[in-house]
């Protein structure tokens, strides 16, 4: 091959790989269990601050990701305080 079809498809691979690891990939649900767990311990310790925290954290990650079950069910835990 010619040198510059080699710088070329170099880097034609290089954009190609960039765009492929820059692409924010969605939390898996084992984030969201792992974080309502959390939750969980926290008002089973009477820790309220610190679950609303986490719920907070839950409800950001969730409007980021446009994951309208975990908005729901983070709005709803913060509104009835458990």
């Not at 691979?13 to 765009?19: D, G």
């Not at 649900?29 to 309502?36: G, S």
């Not at 719920?55 to 079950?69: D, M, P, R, T």
Request: hydrophobic share 40%.
């Amino acid at each position: 091959m010619t040198k510059t079809i080699k710088i070329t498809l170099f880097c034609i691979t290089l954009f190609l790989s960039m765009n492929l690891f820059a692409q924010n990939k969605p939390t898996t649900p084992e984030v969201y269990d792992k974080l309502w767990k959390q939750v969980e311990e926290f008002n089973r310790n009477a820790l309220p601050k610190s679950a609303l925290s986490a719920v907070e954290e839950i409800y950001n990650l969730a409007v980021k990701e446009n994951n309208e079950k975990q908005i729901i069910k983070s709005i709803v835990h913060r509104m009835s305080g458990v």
